[in-house]
RNA sequence: GCGCCCUUCGUCUAUCGGUUAGGACUCAAGAUUUUCAAUCUUGCAAGAGGGGUUCGACUCCCCUAGGGCGCGCCA
């Protein structure tokens, strides 16, 4: 193992579809551990199959990344834009005699696994080709190239989440290497791709364990430096069950676009399956600081949407009033294109922030909960509004309308203000409040009143109450 | 079917043989309050089952059950 080198981490997506949570986490866990220790985190499109590629995969993985804020050193690999030296690598090994041709043709193997599944065998290559010479009715004719794997003795991979896990030789067949076609499988390419890459530390998903064994036994085909394994534990639906299409959103952009911060996804994302004691809240450069491999855990996680949620708004409520009202303003242009929002109403929500972001988790239920600061005029009032709006009330709105016209507009002159009026009139203050809140936001839950009508302003605060005032 | 992995409150987790099994989310109650939140306090809630090992097991071993992953000329 590499230990004395300066760690390399990469994170390998295969370009067929979004990034998903999962991969995002797997992402997170490299890019932490490489930022942790002053290594390099590459990243690598695996694009070898040419049929489920695409552009468009490629494009949302640099999105994705990006939002979660993981950025990569250098420029990214591209897999199939290396076959020429998966294949040199290749015919090294069958110039060693540590792989060979197999001319079995897929009729031939779907009839073979279809027999051993009959039997109750287990499904496996049976190395039919292993020690046969090819005769001349196979010249020309169509081949695979093959590993000539350890039929005896065990496999072990060292792995630094899972410990020590074994398989006996026998059980791993002679997985092929290079396809009729010339081109690289999976296998060999990761394989060749991490060594010329130099890279000494693969985290990945659990799903891969069983691809370690297999992987390993090309590395020491080859007598290549064995990189330290982390298998990660995946992530489940809330139901238990592997995480699928069903379970909803699954492509990291579908967070962004439900109003998360990504600070935020990066500390639920590390919470699952990652913990340091008792802590709950770890911002990224805390996470950075104490992140290491030993705190893994084995099992896998439930995605549980409440939580995140809270640390959402946890995020939310720390960033600065500034920093939040511009990103708010960001997300509302993003998810609403053509929205745009003068310099009076971004000073609006600027100054709204303190008392409104207390009151949302998401930025989707901040812009929601703030509507009534981008409306010029009277707000739609909705039905529980309408009843604090009684001929009695809207008698007390019209007269405080008089006496707000000559106050100091700001929250504590207007409250004082309100409040003088509420003792005169001989009600208390909760009986103006709430026709009050009612004609400002057209709600009867609100950010407190007395800030709402300081952040609208004195002329389109004594707008929207003159408007119901009788 | 075969191989490998996993199993502490509903969820994420702490515990690395000796704790009243802790924290967080959720939920409930209370305090605060012009509403709703935020905040604070309190509460509900867990070692899958069965065997061992040990003076003593959530912790170590075995079995069972349940769940997951893999078994392609996909990655």
Not at 90 to 114: D, H, N, V
Not at 362 to 375: C, H, N, P, Q, Y
């Amino acid at each position: 193992m590499a230990e004395n080198s300066v760690p390399v981490l990469r994170f390998a997506p295969s370009p067929t579809g979004y990034l998903h949570i999962g991969g995002a986490r797997t992402a997170l866990f490299n890019w932490l551990y490489a930022r942790h220790s002053g290594g390099t985190f590459l990243l690598r499109i695996e694009d070898t199959d040419r049929e489920r590629s695409t552009p468009e995969a490629v494009a949302a993985i640099f999105n994705g990344l990006s939002w979660m804020g993981l950025d990569w050193d250098g420029e990214p690999t591209f897999q199939f834009a290396r076959v020429s030296r998966h294949r040199e690598v290749a015919e090294q090994m069958l110039a060693k005699g540590q792989a060979y041709r197999c001319y079995a043709t897929p009729q031939e193997l779907e009839q073979m696994r279809a027999e051993q599944k009959a039997k109750g065998l287990s499904i496996r290559y049976d190395g039919r080709w292993r020690d046969r010479t090819p005769g001349p009715e196979q010249h020309n004719m169509p081949y695979v190239v093959r590993l000539k794997a350890p039929q005896t003795g065990e496999t072990i991979v060292h792995d630094v989440v899972q410990g020590s896990v074994r398989w006996a030789n026998d059980q791993l067949d002679d997985m092929v290497l290079l396809r009729s076609d010339g081109t690289p499988t999976y296998m060999l390419a990761v394989v060749v791709d991490d060594f010329d890459m130099g890279v000494t530390h693969v985290i990945r998903g659990v799903d891969h364990l069983n691809n370690a064994a297999r992987q390993l036994q090309i590395i020491q085909a080859m007598g290549w430096p064995v990189p330290v394994y982390g298998h990660v534990p995946l992530i489940h639906g809330s139901d238990g069950a592997k995480l699928s299409k069903r379970h909803g959103a699954l492509a990291v952009e579908a967070y962004r676009d439900m109003g998360y911060l990504p600070e935020a996804m990066r500390n639920y994302l590390l919470r699952l399956g990652w913990s340091h004691g008792d802590d709950e809240i770890i911002p990224t450069e805390k996470a950075i600081e104490l992140f290491d491999l030993a705190g893994i855990g084995r099992s896998a996680a439930r995605f549980d949407l409440k939580k995140l949620e809270s640390i959402n708004a946890h995020y939310m409520r720390e960033m600065s009033d500034g920093a939040l009202a511009g990103e708010t303003l960001a997300f509302a242009q993003r998810i609403g294109p053509g929205r745009s929002f003068d310099a009076i109403l971004r000073a609006r929500l600027a100054a709204a922030m303190p008392f409104l972001k207390p009151r949302a988790k998401t930025l989707v239920e901040l812009l929601e909960k703030g509507d009534f600061l981008f409306i010029s005029g009277t707000p739609a009032i909705d039905k529980a509004a309408a009843a604090a709006l009684t001929p009695e009330t809207r008698g007390w709105l019209r007269r405080l309308a008089l006496e707000l016209e000559g106050a100091d507009w700001n929250t504590s002159a207007i409250e004082a203000c309100t409040r003088g009026f509420a003792e005169r009139e001989g009600i208390k203050l909760g009986d103006i409040a709430q026709p009050l809140r009612a004609a400002l936001t057209g709600r009867t839950a609100s950010p407190p009143v007395f800030d709402v009508l300081a952040v609208l302003g004195r002329e389109e605060a004594l707008t929207r109450i003159r408007a119901q005032g009788d």
